[in-house]
């Protein structure tokens, strides 16, 4: 099994980026997607999830701002990041979740927001 996400880097406060993670081992459509961050000193934390009917939700730090979406016959789960903050500045993880089928995670991508 493996996540293997992309997408982080470095932008200026305002911007957008967009994340992406593919599985591979796993039957993607059957798990709940999500994505966490974590940024230095802290722990992670969960960002967005979406589930296995396409419904999402979102903490709220970044509600409004980011928007979580899945395509089953990618096998990926995306994360568009719109207005970004300097608080937005951390590592991020993909995530897939199933309370059979167990849970698996990706190795991080950064993402670093200048002010």
């Known amino acids: 099994v493996q996540l293997q996400a992309s997408g982080g880097g470095l932008v200026q406060a305002g911007g957008s980026l967009r994340l992406s993670c593919t599985a591979s081992?796993?039957?993607?459509?059957?798990?709940?997607a999500a994505w966490y961050r974590q940024a230095p000193g802290k722990q992670r934390e969960l960002v967005a999830q979406i589930t296995t009917n396409g419904d999402t939700s979102y903490e709220d730090p970044v509600k409004g701002r980011f928007t979580i979406s899945r395509d089953n016959a990618k096998n990926t789960v995306y994360l568009q990041m719109n207005s970004l903050k300097p608080e937005d500045t951390a590592v991020y993880y993909c995530?897939?979740?199933?309370?059979?089928?167990?849970?698996?995670w990706g190795q991080g991508t950064q993402v670093t927001v200048s002010s």
């Open positions: 081992g796993i039957f993607f459509r059957r798990f709940t």
């Open positions: 995530n897939t979740n199933d309370v059979f089928l167990g849970t698996y």
